[in-house]
Nanobody, 124 residues
Framework: QLQMVESGGGSVQTGGSLTLSCAASEYINSEYYWAWFRQALEKEREGVGAMVGISDTRYADSVKGRFAISRDKNLTTLFLQMNNLRPEDTGKYYC??????????????????WGQGTQVTVSS
């Protein structure tokens, strides 16, 4: 059974950067969506971005140009590089995996496996 463990969260000021990591117990391959979601207090979980194919990524409009998803050479760690962070980026960040067919990458209900999350707090 796939396990996913996030790390790298923390507190930064506006304009700062963080890199989140998600260690997976299976290879990160093109058969699935491998995504990052976030959830702020009293808000719904929202898709931040996903690896949807080999070297093919998608992002929410709110993070385009600031965030980047990649994976390591061993294909077992998913990264979320976050630059120029804003207070509205505050939330708990989760990595997740979903089978692609019949779903858009940003649909949270498609994802059956989630990590425990890591908190990101951006202060103004």
């Amino acid at each position: 059974q796939l396990q996913m463990v996030e790390s790298g969260g923390g507190s930064v000021q506006t304009g700062g950067s963080l890199t989140l990591s998600c260690a997976a117990s299976e290879y990160i391959n093109s058969e699935y969506y491998w995504a990052w979601f976030r959830q702020a207090l009293e808000k719904e979980r929202e898709g931040v971005g996903a690896m949807v194919g080999i070297s093919d990524t998608r992002y929410a409009d709110s993070v385009k140009g600031r965030f980047a998803i990649s994976r390591d050479k061993n294909l077992t760690t998913l990264f979320l590089q976050m630059n120029n962070l804003r207070p509205e980026d505050t939330g708990k960040y989760y990595c997740a995996r979903a089978l692609k067919y019949g779903w858009h990458w940003y649909e949270a209900q498609a994802y059956k496996t989630w990590g425990q999350g890591t908190q990101v707090t951006v202060s103004s």
